[in-house]
């Protein structure tokens, strides 16, 4: 059974700081990761998608990286801003999805 | 396309009363899901459909659940009857395949049991 574990659960980091969010995973055979993000009483928004044959995936500020062979991604988020502010999901994706429980993260202007 | 559409968005019921949740997933998506989210356990997959059939249904808690796909535009996940305990906020999601795609997810439907 796929499981999911996402470091830290929170975190608080002043504005302009650089980030790293973790995210394992127990089984190695899987389809795709996706990261998404949660604002709250919301739903999820789709952040990066990487494949299984992908090693990472970059959008604006955002970079994520998958290594299969370890069971981990991370999520990195450059120049921190205020709006950033959200829980972050990792989902890993085989036949069906796992998430983790997810990092509340706290962007202090 | 105007994404995965959930109703209602918020939904108070009293215990012992049947809730209907229904989703309309992306146009051309194979993948449907649904999926619970409650602040102890997280977001749990209750059941998917593939081409509007019941591919695994091992989430669903109990009987009191059940889901259907009448056909690939609508989705309705039945719960019958509520109790308190299955407050939580319900999620549509759907996928053109899960190989090579990702996950696209409704709004969700914010479901209070009292």
């Known amino acids: 059974k796929q499981e999911v574990t996402q470091i830290p659960a929170a975190l608080s980091v002043p504005e302009g700081e650089n980030l790293v969010l973790n995210c394992s995973f127990t089984?190695?055979?899987?389809?795709?990761l996706q990261w998404f993000r949660q604002d709250p009483g919301k739903g999820l928004t789709s952040l990066l998608l990487?494949?299984?044959?992908?090693r990472e995936q970059t959008s604006g500020r955002l970079n994520a990286s998958l290594d299969k062979s370890s069971g981990r991604s991370t999520l990195y988020i450059a120049a921190s801003q205020p709006g950033d502010s959200a829980t972050y999901l990792c989902?890993?994706?085989?036949?069906?999805?796992?998430f983790g429980i997810g990092t509340k993260l706290q962007v202090i202007p | 396309d105007a994404g995965v559409i959930q109703s209602p968005r918020h939904e108070v019921t009293e215990m012992g009363q049947e809730v209907t949740l229904r989703c309309k997933p992306i146009?051309?998506?194979?993948?449907l899901f649904w999926y619970r989210q409650t602040m102890m356990r997280g977001l749990e997959l209750l059941i998917y459909?593939?081409?509007?059939?019941?591919?695994?249904d091992s989430g669903m808690p109990e009987d009191r659940f059940s889901a259907k796909m009448p056909n690939a535009s609508f989705s309705t996940l039945k719960i019958q009857p509520s109790e308190p305990r299955d407050s939580a906020v319900y999620f549509c999601?759907?996928?053109?395949?899960?190989?090579?795609?990702?996950?696209?997810f409704g709004s969700g439907t914010r479901l209070t049991v009292v």
């Open positions: 999601a759907s996928s053109l395949s899960t190989v090579n795609y990702g996950y696209t």
């Open positions: 459909f593939n081409n509007n059939v019941p591919i695994d």
């Open positions: 146009s051309g998506h194979d993948y």
């Open positions: 990487i494949q299984s044959s992908q």
């Open positions: 089984d190695s055979a899987i389809y795709n």
């Open positions: 989902a890993v994706i085989y036949q069906k999805v796992t």
